[in-house]
């Protein structure tokens, strides 16, 4: 079982829709969580992180961590077709302390 | 304002040749990282420096070496070079092991 696990993908929705992306972690003492995008060809690029259970707002982007059940999850509302890219979920600290540890990422496709 | 930066950008290899990537970064980060990323895999780690004078194994660190020359300093040595490291190489820096990673650009190597 890989330590961070992302849907599978990939998810394409229509312009201005709420696109969901979710993922798993295998660590329950993980600590930390992060939100990449990364445009093909690029490197990532940080959207969100957040280490508290809950929501965590920033414009149209909501992480969301439930530590209980292992799962974090990101929410853009009024897609973008710029926002079309692979979003990548990170886990660090716990046991695999020091790595910072990537899920496969998810491909969004957001369509006029 | 560098942030990480990694060289070369591209390299052709040939099978049994060795090279050393490059990667500084100028934030005043403890813990640095390096990946590799291939279709479908999502990043995958091979070593890790959590603070200077340390370094550890990721996920894949078979055909690899590492060195963390300073705190700005992070070197990956392929010494053999094999066709399946054929992969997009990032180096990555945070400022704790549990703070937000930001990465290269990325070193696109090819081992024919």
């Known amino acids: 079982q890989k330590e961070v696990e992302q849907n599978s993908g990939p998810l394409s929705v229509p312009e201005g829709a709420i696109a969901s992306l979710n993922c798993t972690y295998s660590d329950r003492g993980s600590q930390s969580f992060f939100w990449y995008r990364q445009y093909s060809g690029k490197s990532p690029e940080l959207i969100m992180f957040i280490y508290s259970n809950g929501d965590k707002e920033d414009g149209r982007f909501t992480a969301q961590l439930n530590k209980a059940s292992q799962y974090v999850s990101l929410l853009i509302r009024d897609s973008q077709p710029s926002d079309s890219a692979t979003y990548l979920c990170?886990?660090?600290?716990?046991?695999?302390?020091?790595?910072?540890?990537f899920g496969q990422g998810t491909i969004l496709t957001v369509h006029p | 304002n560098a942030g990480v930066t990694q060289t070369p950008k591209f390299q052709v290899l040939k099978t049994g040749q060795s090279m050393t990537l490059q990667c500084a970064q100028d934030m005043n980060h403890n813990s640095m990282y390096w990946y590799r990323q291939d279709p479908g895999m999502g990043l995958r780690l091979i070593y890790y420096?959590?603070?200077?004078?340390?370094?550890d194994k990721g996920e894949v660190p078979n055909g690899y070496n590492v060195s963390r020359l300073n705190k700005r300093e992070f070197s990956l040595r392929l010494e053999s070079a094999a066709p399946s490291q054929t992969s997009v190489y990032f180096c990555?820096?945070?400022?704790?092991?549990?703070?937000?990673?930001?990465f290269g650009q990325g070193t696109r190597l090819t081992v024919v």
């Open positions: 990555a820096s945070s400022k704790t092991i549990f703070t937000e990673a930001f």
């Open positions: 420096s959590a603070s200077e004078g340390t370094t």
């Open positions: 990170a886990a660090s600290g716990g046991t695999s302390y020091g790595k910072l540890t």
